[in-house]
């Protein structure tokens, strides 16, 4: 039957996963997967909303195409949060989506056919794209165009829906004959190179900058670009941040790099940044986050962009330089045209740089060591950082999670270790998303999750899938009772707002109790000198486990807010509507 097209086709591609949950629909698709067990498996989720997570984390591990399915109606509806995580991330995927037979239509749009909506609509909001199969004979062209689409610039998502008569009808091999195109298999699909006539401008603008800076986003990753952009950072002679993306384009350890540049992230980066006369963004979006609310880049500034996609070369500002091109191969292009090293350009500039960085990292120090009750996140990463493996992956959800770990866990080395939720930001990322990361991390390595109290309960019932499969996976969950960002924005700006509290003095959620219950290693840490043995026992378990530590509910990574609690109850605060103010698109100068 066509699952066994379909099953054989995503076999072909080197799709060695598919994430979701089965349905009366898709149960050929099923079945044909079962007789290719030795190539390809399926791992039951349970919610569909997850399925996407996972396999945005596999796809964001491997550069292949995440793959995930779900059933007609209930189960495609939920699939949406992670195809618009993945939109927004360039990350991507395909969702193989269960609907009516074709000829329920009619019974479709009158609203009396089971679990039936105009599922193609409703995919063309949140994809890259999404077909209807109309035909057996039209499948083998779509799935190669699907995977295509998934894998060119600029990657994302993309929805395959196919009705219940299709996959349900017999495949004749000899009629129906299939071939895979192996560009596609994983991203980019090709790669380009910008011309070098503007490589050579781009490479004078450098050799006249004083202060040069680089910021890596996750183009980085997406392009496989580490190692050249390793040695074009090493020749620049100037500062390196990254996006939370973009964490483990270079190694934090350098004496150049300043860490993740964010509201949430390094201080030393945020600081830092605003003194570049030039700045590199290279396979950064200039998203609201790294681009500092918009105030970046400053007016003062000379720019250069660096991306396969048109239309990022101006969005928010109009570059000195356009470099128009795949993120690898065009820095491995800069680097040559740029010739002799910068290293040593720039004397005072550097110094700078380490200064500002050994000022940042002695506050976090400090931090770091705190013994206090409740216990202060930064401990908690210090003890995390100091048990990670070179092979270990980290899976950060969304909300403060996010920064303790761009913080206070460093990239020691250049690969992508590092997983954000940053195309959404929504909560409920970490635990799915470990799922898909698990099944490709290498043997013996653990995948870590960080994650809040608010954001572990949506998704607490995949530690049942995590346990099915017996995953090492160590989720870390610190709990203050509430959902803190939102507890705080409350209270900075509207002052007694009270309905972010996720418990009571009679009711307090136990995650490691309820990890137990599901049958995995939990441990409860109230204290810090608990919180070192606490994850001893967890990275030695041979499977999943929960380490739930109750922390500071005032503690933030965001440093608005740290300045913010300081200031005096009676001074005027403005109303959260002027944070965000974009400003006016503009040109940058030429040095």
């Not at 994809?127 to 799935?143: D, G, N, Q, R, Y």
């Not at 995977?147 to 219940?164: D, E, Q, S, W, Y």
């Not at 409350?490 to 995650?511: D, H, M, R």
Request: net charge negative; proline share 6%; hydrophobic share 40%.
């Amino acid at each position: 039957h066509i699952g066994d097209l379909v099953a054989e086709m995503l076999a072909q591609y080197g799709v060695e996963y598919v994430f979701g949950m089965p349905g009366g629909q898709t149960t050929a698709l099923h079945d044909g997967i079962s007789r290719r067990t030795d190539r390809i498996r399926h791992i039951l989720m349970r919610d569909e909303r997850n399925a996407a997570y996972a396999a945005d984390a596999y796809a964001r591990l491997t550069g292949k195409p995440g793959v995930c399915d779900v059933t007609v109606g209930p189960g495609a509806n939920l699939l949406p949060a992670g195809f618009l995580e993945a939109l927004n991330a360039s990350i991507p995927m395909i969702g193989i989506i269960g609907e009516l037979p074709l000829d329920w239509l009619p019974l479709k749009e009158k609203g009396i056919a089971s679990q039936g909506f105009d599922q193609l609509s409703f995919f063309k909001t949140c994809s890259k794209e999404a077909f209807l199969v109309p035909s057996v004979a039209s499948l083998p062209e779509l799935i190669r165009t699907a995977f295509r689409i998934a894998t060119a610039p600029r990657p994302g998502p993309v929805a395959l829906i196919i009705p219940h008569d299709i996959f349900d009808a017999d495949w004749d091999e000899e009629l129906l004959k299939i071939r895979v195109d192996d560009r596609s298999v994983r991203m980019p699909y090709l790669r380009s190179v910008a011309p070098k006539s503007e490589v050579a401008t781009a490479a004078a603008l450098i050799r006249r900058a004083k202060r040069p800076a680089l910021v890596c986003g996750g183009g980085v990753h997406g392009s496989d670009a580490t190692k050249a952009v390793g040695r074009f950072a090493d020749r620049l002679g100037g500062l390196v941040v990254t996006s939370l993306s973009g964490k483990g384009s270079v190694p934090e350890t350098l004496p150049y790099a300043a860490g993740v540049l964010n509201p949430l992230g390094s201080s030393a980066a945020i600081e830092l940044i605003q003194e570049a006369d030039l700045v590199i963004w290279c396979g950064s979006k200039v998203s609201q986050n790294t681009g500092m609310n918009w105030t970046l880049p400053t007016p003062q500034q000379a720019t250069i962009t660096i991306d396969f996609d048109p239309l990022e070369h101006g969005r928010t500002f109009r570059p000195t330089v356009a470099l128009l091109g795949d993120v690898r191969e065009t820095v491995e292009a800069l680097d040559a045209a740029l010739g002799d090293s910068m290293a040593d350009a720039h004397p005072d500039w550097m110094a700078r740089i380490r200064e500002g960085i050994a000022a940042a990292n002695a506050v976090k120090a400090e931090e770091m060591v705190s013994d206090q009750v409740p216990v202060l996140p930064p401990r908690i990463m210090a003890e995390i950082a100091k048990r990670l493996d070179d092979d270990d992956v980290v899976v950060s959800d969304a909300s403060f999670a996010a920064g303790w770990i761009a913080g206070y866990i460093p990239a020691k080395q250049a690969k992508r270790q590092f997983l954000y939720a940053r195309g959404q930001g929504g909560l409920g990322y970490s635990v799915p998303g470990a799922i898909g990361a698990a099944t490709v991390v290498a043997k013996g390595a653990r995948v870590v999750t960080v994650a809040g109290d608010g954001a572990f309960s949506y998704t607490i019932g995949e530690l049942a899938t995590q346990a099915q499969y017996n995953q090492r996976i160590v989720n870390v969950v610190i709990n203050n009772g509430k959902l803190g960002w939102i507890q705080l924005w409350q209270e900075i700006y509207f002052k007694n707002v009270q309905s972010a509290e996720l418990e009571t003095q009679s009711s307090v959620p136990g995650y490691a109790a309820a990890a137990q219950g599901l049958g995995l290693l939990g441990i409860y840490v109230d204290k810090p000198d608990d919180i070192g043995a606490a994850l001893d026992r967890a990275f030695a378990h041979d499977g999943p486990s929960v380490v739930e530590v109750r922390i500071d509910d005032r503690a933030t990574p965001i440093h608005s807010f740290k300045r913010r609690m300081r200031e005096p109850e009676d001074k005027p605060r403005p109303r959260p509507g002027t944070v965000y103010k974009l400003r006016d698109w503009k040109v940058s100068p030429d040095l």
